[in-house]
């Protein structure tokens, strides 16, 4: 699933192709938007608000949409051939003179008046890469239930809106915390909201995300070799290969360790047992 920083630069894209321009072509193919028909009226601007996307036009309506695990935004020149996936899977057709944003795979997709926006986002907690951001609300949120576990209070979109999977294991490892600890116990825990929003910051313009030092230069341990791909990240995605810190290998397991359906390996936690102590923590054992 796509985090903020990905969904950010998505939307800043999608504003500067069809921003202030009026629509030539709209083609919104789901039930209930099947007689909707935007042709004329000109696309306001395009903002991201956490996860979520929300395309603005004229007279005061906003397409909202959201990625999830497998939809696509892709930006095509006019003779351009669509390439994002089969006709079948084309949720939404937004043209203008100059582009065609095409919506792949879409699972949410609705039409309402931007006055009603916080219909669909007024859930969310501060978003961590929008003018809302507020870090003192974002960490009462979050210790509002101190006895959460770091990982699962940080993937609550109604805590902070923006970080997934991948921010969550990386500031669990930035931390030196176990993603099973009960926030509560995290040692100055107002670090947790700062670090956060400097992680997004740094990567909303980056294609590779990368949250290590090493984006040019190899890593202390293991064999050197220059910037690898592999080497972008902590421990997300990187089971069973040694800590780029330490050594010790990294091990991986569902956030919920009672959890073993298939369901939820869309959320699988990556950590190093050496760098993030347990203190006291429920985890999977051995």
Same mark, same amino acid.
């Given at each position: 699933?796509?985090?903020?920083?990905?969904?950010?630069?998505?939307?800043?894209?999608?504003?500067?192709?069809?921003?202030?321009?009026?629509?030539?072509?709209?083609?919104?193919?789901?039930?209930?938007?099947?007689?909707?028909?935007?042709?004329?009226? !000109?696309?306001? !601007?395009? +903002?991201?608000?956490?996860?979520?996307?929300?395309?603005?036009?004229?007279?005061?309506?906003?397409?909202?949409?959201?990625?999830?695990?497998?939809?696509?935004?892709?930006?095509?020149?006019?003779?351009?051939?669509?390439?994002?996936?089969?006709?079948?899977?084309?949720?939404?057709?937004?043209?203008?003179? !100059?582009?065609?944003?095409?919506?792949?795979?879409?699972?949410?997709?609705?039409?309402?008046?931007?006055?009603?926006?916080?219909?669909?986002?007024?859930?969310?907690?501060?978003?961590?890469?929008?003018?809302?951001?507020?870090? !003192?609300?974002?960490?009462?949120?979050?210790?509002?239930?101190?006895?959460?576990?770091?990982?699962?209070?940080?993937?609550?979109?109604?805590?902070?809106?923006?970080?997934?999977?991948?921010?969550?294991?990386?500031?669990?490892?930035?931390?030196?915390?176990?993603?099973?600890?009960?926030?509560?116990?995290?040692?100055?825990?107002?670090?947790?909201?700062?670090?956060?929003?400097?992680?997004?910051?740094?990567?909303?313009?980056?294609?590779? +995300?990368?949250?290590?030092?090493?984006?040019?230069?190899?890593?202390?341990?293991?064999?050197?070799?220059?910037? +690898?791909?592999?080497?972008?990240?902590?421990?997300?995605?990187?089971?069973?290969?040694?800590?780029?810190?330490?050594?010790?290998?990294?091990?991986?397991?569902?956030?919920?360790?009672?959890?073993?359906?298939?369901?939820?390996?869309?959320?699988?936690?990556?950590?190093?047992?050496?760098?993030?102590?347990?203190?006291?923590?429920?985890?999977?054992?051995?």
């Amino acid at each position: 699933m796509p985090e903020g920083d990905t969904v950010w630069r998505l939307a800043q894209r999608l504003g500067d192709a069809l921003a202030g321009h009026p629509l030539t072509r709209c083609d919104l193919r789901v039930p209930r938007l099947a007689t909707v028909d935007l042709t004329g009226r !000109e696309v306001l !601007e395009v +903002r991201s608000r956490g996860k979520h996307l929300l395309t603005r036009f004229e007279g005061g309506l906003t397409l909202h949409s959201h990625l999830r695990m497998d939809g696509a935004w892709r930006i095509y020149a006019p003779a351009e051939r669509w390439r994002g996936g089969p006709a079948h899977q084309i949720r939404a057709v937004l043209g203008t003179a !100059e582009h065609t944003a095409v919506g792949y795979r879409l699972p949410v997709l609705d039409l309402l008046r931007t006055a009603d926006e916080s219909r669909v986002v007024g859930h969310l907690g501060p978003d961590l890469l929008g003018p809302d951001w507020d870090p !003192e609300q974002a960490l009462g949120r979050l210790l509002a239930a101190p006895d959460r576990p770091l990982g699962e209070a940080l993937l609550d979109q109604r805590n902070l809106a923006g970080i997934g999977n991948v921010y969550t294991c990386e500031l669990c490892f930035l931390l030196r915390a176990s993603p099973w600890l009960p926030i509560g116990r995290l040692p100055r825990p107002e670090r947790l909201p700062a670090l956060a929003k400097k992680l997004l910051e740094a990567n909303k313009h980056r294609p590779a +995300r990368t949250t290590t030092p090493w984006g040019h230069r190899p890593p202390p341990f293991g064999n050197s070799g220059g910037a +690898r791909p592999d080497r972008r990240l902590w421990v997300y995605g990187r089971a069973d290969r040694p800590c780029l810190r330490c050594g010790t290998g990294i091990r991986s397991a569902g956030q919920d360790p009672a959890d073993q359906a298939p369901a939820a390996e869309e959320r699988v936690t990556y950590w190093c047992p050496a760098c993030q102590p347990d203190r006291q923590a429920a985890r999977p054992t051995d």
